[in-house]
């Protein structure tokens, strides 16, 4: 029982630490579109809301055509 419960926490340990760092990523991207917002849009959020929305619409249309991906929210 020992070797299941090792391979257990190896998985939730090894799902944590790629969790860490997909929240490292996502608040590095957020702190560099404030400073794009601070430095180029005088600290209007407009723009780049925008852009993000339309960017992330395409990005979820292009593998394969369709938004469904939507539908899961």
């Given at each position: 029982m ?9 998985y939730f340990?090894?799902n ?8 490292l990523?996502?608040r590095?991207?957020?702190y560099?579109l ?13 723009w780049?809301?925008a852009v993000g ?5 395409v990005l ?8 469904k991906?939507i539908?899961k929210?």
């Amino acid at each position: 029982m020992k070797h299941q419960n090792e391979t257990t926490i190896a998985y939730f340990g090894r799902n944590l630490y790629y969790m860490f760092g997909i929240v490292l990523v996502w608040r590095g991207v957020w702190y560099v579109l404030d400073w794009v917002d601070i430095s180029f849009f005088s600290g209007n959020h407009y723009w780049t809301g925008a852009v993000g929305v339309l960017l992330g619409l395409v990005l979820l249309y292009m593998p394969d055509g369709d938004l469904k991906e939507i539908e899961k929210l």
